[in-house]
């Protein structure tokens, strides 16, 4: 048995290795980069993220396609589930000042092989999205010049015809990605400055379609006469609400910023709450005027503002329209362009992706390697590549770091304090009260009958004051057998549990009397029965002391609304298409080659793990009757990075 257990201690120290987290500094508010970023800049960047070509695409196309003029009530569903993600993403980013977003959070809390993954999907999803918004950005200012641009480049430059290969090159999108990557270079103060006046102009066109649009609405167009408020029933607004939810992806630019924001405690939950408010009010207002003005049943998906108006005579103001597209697609490709270097030199910084892209310029303070890099292989994707089948990559990489940031809000919130933490790591160090009679261990004559009765209540709260992790007092009678645990060895098992019930939950929803063809009442026994286990996991970390006194922002309501956002992000990873899944699988195993072939042999946690010894002694018997004892350390071998490999010395003592 100890042989085996020998044989198996390599294998658990690289399962151990795996699953380490990130220490972090005594001072975290220390930095490489440049801390220059207000409240006001945080909230324009989030703003400037959320508020792009969606506003004027994807209101018109659910508005005809989905949901008719309830699309309105679709995006206020969105953004009330958005508020779950962002308000997990509100605590870390204050919290944790660091840059690095889910990535970052993830390793603080879950362990570093799902940090890498999460960091690495959240790449390859600011690179997607800003190729996209790119070759929009391209499309909708070539449309205003009856595409020419488009013929001139397939006439006498060159066309293709090869599968997910774009039928011509498209020059300009690649071109303002290369502008964009210049000017966000230049530093962070740059990079904000640019984004406040491309987002002023966007805000002025919105208001214009405000005002103007309410002036030109007709309240029949909601009527029975033109199908009614709710053309296609619940079940369209929710199946808006899915699609309207991935409008609100860009406030994680927010926590993204964390490291280069003056003070970010307050900053960030304020920037995230209030840009999240803005956007989510532009989103229903928009869709109610554009509904208004027009027959929701005749809109034009692809450019819905600006038909609207010239269908009612006014088609100078589809110029505007236009002006206010453009500026907020900007803003989109200055929030990718921001963020996704900051990822990379977040885990280059951990040594986990080359060390290259850590460094940073000594003037402008930001990865200008990583902006470079990562700029020109986001032109390259939208120079050529064929992109509208690699958009749904940024659902599923979305939802599943929101899923994890959630996850890792609850079992950081129950981590029970480390000895050697820092109270800038954990929380600020509470004040004990403590009484003149406790410290000098003498009898203390009291005033008054109430102020002894104080003294002994707080000497009662204090002995019944737990750690974070820990059982709470009041649930002994009835759930001791909790106490056997370690402090937040529960919580961390509830979670699991909760995910993976969640995850049934939803299959069986989803997929349960269509691909898996069960009967009816197989589907609602099986749904209850998950249902039990998510409400019983939930149940069973909330029983738990959790960390209370800290003085940055907490999301309110823990465990409940981090749970609330697992499932809601499981529900709608489950109801994207298979060959998404696939290509997300693909993905995947590029990057666990890029992590065991390079992350975990550079990991800067991994330089830090005392490297285990283990001792063996033999004893012998010389041929003059003396006792030696051989004592021989086994430790891993130095050049050995995951622990795999062992080496010996040896000493020798005579008795």
Known sequence: MVSRLRSCAPVIRFCQKLNRVKTLEDDMMETSLKRCLTTVDLTLLGIGGMVGSGLYVLTGTVAKETAGPAVVISFLLAGLASLLAAFCYAEFGARVPKTGSAYMFTYISVG??????????????????????????????????????????????????????AHYPDLLAAGILLVATVFVSFGARVSSWLNHVFSAVSMVVI??????????????????????????????????????????????????????????????????????????????????????????????????????????????????????????????????????????YAMAEDGLFFQVFARVHPVTKVPVIAIVVFGILMAILALIF????????????????????????????????????????????????????????????????????????????????????????????????LNAFEPGEVVTISVVSMVVCAICMCIILVFGTNQLQLPLWSVCLLAVLCGTGYLLSLFFIWVHEQQHIIKTFQVPLVPLIPGLSILMNVFLMLKLSAMTWIRFSVWLLVGLLVYFGYGIWHSKENLREPKPQSVAARYVVLPSGSLVETVQTVQPDPQEGTGLGEGSKEEKATR
């Open 112 to 165: 570093e092989i799902w940090a890498f993954l999460i960091g690495w999907n959240v790449i390859l999803e600011y690179m997607i999205g800003g190729a996209a918004v790119a070759r929009a950005w391209s499309g909708y200012l070539d449309s205003i010049f009856n595409h020419t641009i488009k013929n001139f480049t397939e006439t006498h430059i060159v066309s293709w015809n090869v599968p997910f290969i």
């Open 207 to 344: 208001l214009f379609i405000l005002i103007f649009g309410f002036v030109l609405a007709k309240p029949v167009n909601w009527s029975m006469q033109e199908g009614g408020f709710a053309p296609y029933g619940m079940s369209g607004i929710l199946a808006g609400t899915a699609t309207c939810f991935y409008a609100f992806v860009g406030f994680d630019v927010i926590a993204a910023s964390s490291e280069e924001t003056k003070d970010p405690q307050k900053a960030i939950p304020i920037a995230t709450a209030v840009s999240l408010g803005m956007a989510t009010g532009a989103y229903i207002l928009v869709s109610t005027v554009l509904t208004l003005m027009v027959p929701w049943h005749t809109l034009d998906p692809e450019s819905a503002l600006s038909d609207a108006f010239y269908r009612r005579g006014y088609s100078w103001a589809g110029f505007i329209v236009a002006i206010g597209s453009i500026c907020a697609m900007n803003t989109v490709l200055l929030s990718n362009l921001f963020s996704l270097p900051r990822i990379v």
């Open 386 to 481: 064929d992109l509208e089948a690699l958009v749904q990559f940024l659902s599923i990489g979305t939802l599943l770091a929101y899923t994890f940031v959630a996850a890792s809000v609850i079992v950081l919130r129950f981590q029970p304090n480390k000895p050697n933490s820092s109270p800038s790591a954990t929380q600020p160090p509470a004040s004990q009260p403590s009484s003149p009679a406790q410290d000098s261990g003498e009898l203390k004559e009291y005033e008054s009958f109430s102020e002894k009765l104080q003294l002994v209540e707080m000497q009662k709260k204090a002995k019944e004051r737990r750690e974070p992790g820990q059982l709470r007092p009041v649930f002994d009678p009835y759930l001791k057998f």
